[in-house]
């Protein structure tokens, strides 16, 4: 195995940075004198520790947050609560939300007007067949079916109350005839 790849952070490869020229620093090491490579190598160890350090300083403040946290009662459920109600007052407040709430909300308008004319529509096209010929003509043979089958009715019955009345007189006559053909 060489020994400049036994080095991991400290080979002598660089990475490109995002936007650097990748042709410019293929060949750097050649350029650059023992001197210089040491001096780098001495600068990345220190930096290597710099970035240990401040993760330890990191994680103790972090340590701390949750003790403060903890103190004042405040819980990861709770937390999350109000990102999610922050977050919201964060949408709404958005031109693209208040935008779709305006069309939604004329939509929602324009449903309910069309809603209640078809509404309209259907009412007014029930009376039209209530008030038919051929309706009052059926209504007429139910009337009569009924006087029939349970006796008179005085005039100005309900036409549910005439076919609950019809279908209660033909449940009785059911029930009396299977009571005449058992007891024969």
Do not use: C
Not at 55 to 63: G, I, N
Not at 65 to 86: D, F, W
Request: avoid cysteine.
């Amino acid at each position: 195995m060489d020994p400049s790849s036994e080095q991991g952070l400290l080979s002598s490869d660089t990475v490109p940075e995002v936007g650097e020229d990748a042709a410019a620093t293929v060949n750097m090491t050649e350029n650059l004198s023992e001197e210089e490579q040491e001096e780098l190598r001495k600068e990345l160890a220190k930096v290597e520790e710099e970035i240990q350090t401040l993760s330890q300083v990191l994680a103790a403040k972090e340590k701390h947050l949750a003790e403060i946290k903890r103190k004042l009662g405040i819980n990861s459920l709770q937390e999350l609560r109000q990102n999610i109600t922050k977050g919201w007052q964060d949408v709404t407040s958005t031109s693209a939300y208040k935008k779709t709430s305006e069309t939604l909300s004329q939509a929602g308008q324009k449903a309910s007007a069309a809603f209640s004319s078809v509404g309209s529509v259907i009412t007014k096209k029930l009376e039209d067949v209530k008030n038919s010929s051929t309706f009052k003509s059926f209504e007429e043979k139910v009337e009569n079916l009924k006087s029939k089958v349970g006796g008179a009715k005085p005039a100005g019955g309900d036409f549910g109350e005439v076919l609950n009345s019809a279908a209660n007189a033909s449940a009785t006559e059911t029930i009396t005839e299977q009571i005449h053909e058992e007891t024969q």
